[in-house]
C-alpha cells in the first residue's frame, strides 16, 4: 500500500481547531465542561508626548498601561461543588478576601501527527494563563420547561496580567 502525502512529508500538518481546549484553575478541585471561551485580550494605552520645543507639530507616541478585558466562560450546568464553591465565593455579598487564583486555557492538538491518531493524542499547543482570576459575573441558565436544550451557565472573571509562555 503506498504511503500518503502526510505521512512522507511531516512538516505538513492540520490546522489547529479552536473546539478542543482545556481550563485549569489553580485551587479549585473541582471541574467543569466549557463551551465557549471569549474575551482573552490584551490592550496597551497609547500615550500622546509632544514637548514644547520640538521642531514637529506631531506628538511622540509612548506606550502607557496595559489593560485587559475580562474573560467570559460559557459551561453545562454541573453539580460539581468545588467549582461552584469559588464562584460562590467570588459573588457572595457576604465575603473575606477575594479568593483569585490563576486560570490555565490551554487549546489542544488532536491531530498528534497522523490522521490515525485523532482521537488518542492530546498534547497542548497554544497556552494563555491569566493570573490572579476572579469571578465578577455569574449568569444562572435560562429555564424554560418548553424547551430541551443544555442548561449553559456564564461566569466573566477579571484577571490583572495575560501570560503567553509560547
Given amino acids: 500500500m503506498a504511503a500518503s502525502a502526510y505521512e512522507n512529508d511531516k512538516s505538513l500538518a492540520y490546522p489547529l481547531t479552536k473546539m478542543n481546549f482545556l481550563v485549569q484553575i489553580d485551587g479549585v478541585e473541582g471541574t467543569a465542561a466549557f463551551s465557549e471561551i471569549t474575551g482573552i485580550e490584551a490592550t496597551v494605552d497609547v500615550i500622546e508626548f509632544r514637548q514644547g520645543n520640538a521642531n514637529s507639530l506631531s506628538p511622540v507616541k509612548i506606550p502607557g498601561l496595559v489593560k485587559h478585558g475580562n474573560v467570559?466562560?460559557?459551561?453545562?450546568?454541573?453539580?460539581?461543588?468545588?467549582?461552584?464553591?469559588?464562584?460562590?465565593?467570588?459573588?457572595?455579598?457576604?465575603?473575606?478576601?477575594?479568593?483569585?487564583?490563576?486560570?490555565?486555557?490551554?487549546?489542544?492538538?488532536?491531530?498528534?501527527?497522523?490522521?490515525?491518531?485523532?482521537?488518542?493524542?492530546?498534547?497542548?499547543?497554544?497556552?494563555?494563563?491569566?493570573?490572579?482570576?476572579?469571578?465578577?459575573?455569574?449568569?444562572?441558565?435560562?429555564?424554560?420547561?418548553?424547551?430541551?436544550?443544555?442548561?449553559?451557565?456564564?461566569?466573566?472573571?477579571?484577571?490583572?496580567?495575560?501570560?503567553?509562555?509560547?
Avoid: H
Fill in 72 to 166: 467570559t466562560l460559557k459551561m453545562g450546568y454541573t453539580l460539581d461543588n468545588a467549582f461552584k464553591t469559588w464562584i460562590q465565593e467570588c459573588v457572595s455579598e457576604v465575603r473575606g478576601q477575594m479568593p483569585r487564583y490563576n486560570v490555565k486555557i490551554e487549546m489542544i492538538d488532536i491531530n498528534g501527527g497522523a490522521p490515525q491518531q485523532l482521537s488518542t493524542t492530546t498534547t497542548g499547543t497554544r497556552i494563555w494563563l491569566l493570573t490572579n482570576a476572579w469571578v465578577t459575573k455569574y449568569s444562572a441558565p435560562d429555564l424554560n420547561a418548553l424547551q430541551s436544550e443544555v442548561a449553559i451557565e456564564t461566569i466573566e472573571l477579571a484577571y490583572e496580567e495575560l501570560v503567553i509562555p509560547n
